[in-house]
């Protein structure tokens, strides 16, 4: 039910939907666990007007950690610092490892260390960051950087989500370091990659992963420098490149990450949807493997107490509100309305179960059996209902068949067809006497 996804949204305030200025700093950053490492990078963010060392606007923005490729700058890819940052993004390239005998290694603990630093600016008040960083971080990288961010990403807590845009191996591997990144993932690879194959990078990579929620997406006829609109000594190493152009290229990558970006960084509810349907039509969309865990929780009504399905962290609702303190598997209501249960599946987003109804009477009746035979169900109540609806639901809470009746006398069999519908159903019995819900397979 869309609005109760209102409930839990975080509030970021009236610049939410706002275009923002291009500011622009140069900073070096030292890792004190590295020897005073110097970490150099270009961060990029809304301003209260376009140039450089100008102010940050008013508000708090999440951070994207982007790593560059193999011989390349940060100054390859303003057409990512274009996109996002107006949208209320803090895009952060350091400029270390550019050269051709880069450390993986080095360059991995770089990201990682500027995820943890730039949350660290957000609470230092002689930071020009001071109070407008979010605490959400995305790691992000383009081949070499691709990679170093799984690197990054290995056994480290302070990331919310990552995308590689055509991640290379490294030395050490990212295929290997993948059983310790538990981040949603997902993996931009162009089809026609003559840097990176797919098949001995970016898909070793994805299969590699632990995450509970990672997608691997091709994009037809991609290339691997085209992710970049200044791809440099890129182009040199990918003699024929894919038919795609930059421009598509680069656009539906786009169209890819907003949603993710905007699921994961912002909490924005509805663009988990808006991710499926990018999915589904985007064009110039190749293979798309998934493997992610965000299915809805299912709950039945037992005499009176609804019951969910093997999920966590509950939180109950009854007419789109929260029900204080009820944040069991179970809960035994003593009110008519309608009740359902939101679980974090995936990201700070809940994830709601179909919907239960309860009659203002209350009156929920122990002795109403339901048996399968074949197509068939029967119900069998032990009192009269009146006013008899059955009601057919696929598990997302889609309406498909209605049966109603006039009434049922004691011990009489209601006996109907299970609808032409794949898959498991919910059915719902209502009368003046009674609701009661089952799951049907």
């Known amino acids: 039910m869309k609005k109760l996804l209102t409930v839990l949204l975080i509030l970021i305030g009236s610049n939410a939907f706002s275009q923002f200025a291009i500011g622009h700093r140069t900073i070096t950053y030292n890792d004190p666990a590295r020897s005073n490492r110097a970490i150099a990078c270009e961060i990029y963010y809304p301003g209260v007007s376009a140039g450089d060392n100008v102010a940050v606007v008013a508000g708090e923005f999440p951070i994207i950690v982007f790593g560059h490729g193999f011989t390349m700058q940060p100054g390859a890819y303003p057409n990512w610092n274009n996109e996002f940052v107006p949208e209320g993004y803090i895009i952060v390239l350091p400029s270390t490892e550019t050269g051709f005998s880069p450390v993986h290694q080095e360059f991995g603990l770089d990201l990682r260390f500027l995820a943890t630093k730039m949350q660290a600016e957000g609470q230092n008040i002689s930071s020009p960051f001071y109070q407008h960083i979010s605490d959400r971080t995305a790691l992000m990288g383009h081949s070499m950087g691709g990679g170093a961010s799984f690197l990054a990403a290995s056994g480290f807590a302070g990331v919310d989500c990552i995308v590689g845009l055509a991640p290379a191996e490294t030395n050490p591997s990212a295929v290997a370091a993948g059983v310790n990144v538990s981040a949603p993932t997902m993996i931009l690879s162009g089809s026609s990659d003559g840097v990176t194959p797919p098949a001995d990078h970016h898909i070793p990579i994805y299969d590699g992963l632990a995450s509970n929620c990672k997608y691997f997406v091709s994009i037809q006829n991609g290339s691997h420098c085209r992710f970049a609109s200044n791809p440099g000594l890129c182009t040199f190493g990918?003699?024929?490149?894919?038919?795609?152009?930059?421009?598509?290229?680069?656009?539906?990558?786009?169209?890819?990450?907003?949603?993710?970006?905007?699921y994961f960084l912002k909490d924005d509810c509805d663009a988990w949807d808006d991710f499926q349907a990018a999915l589904s039509s985007e064009t110039n969309l190749g293979t798309i493997n998934s493997d992610c865990e965000n299915s809805a929780p299912v709950i039945i009504d037992n005499s009176g107490t609804l019951s969910s399905d093997n999920q966590v962290n509950y939180q109950w609702y009854l007419d789109g509100n929260q029900i204080p303190n009820e944040t069991a598997q179970t809960h035994i209501y003593n009110q008519a309305g309608t009740y359902q249960v939101g679980t974090l599946m995936l990201g700070n987003c809940p994830t709601f179960s179909n919907e239960i109804v309860v009659q203002p009477t209350g009156i929920v009746e122990a002795d109403i059996s339901l048996s399968t035979f074949g197509s068939t169900i029967q119900i069998k109540s032990r009192d009269r209902l009146d006013k008899v609806t059955l009601e057919w639901f696929d598990l997302s809470g889609k309406l498909i068949e209605t049966n109603m009746y006039h009434s049922v006398i004691a011990a009489q069999n209601i006996s109907v067809a299970k609808p032409n519908y794949l898959?498991?159903?919910?059915?719902?019995?209502?009368?003046?006497?009674?609701?009661?819900?089952w799951k049907v397979y």
Request: one cysteine or more; charged letters at 15%.
């Open 238 to 262: 990918e003699i024929i490149p894919g038919s795609l152009s930059a421009a598509n290229q680069q656009a539906v990558s786009y169209a890819m990450c907003h949603p993710w970006f905007d």
């Open 423 to 437: 898959g498991v159903k919910l059915l719902r019995l209502r009368s003046n006497q009674t609701s009661k819900t």
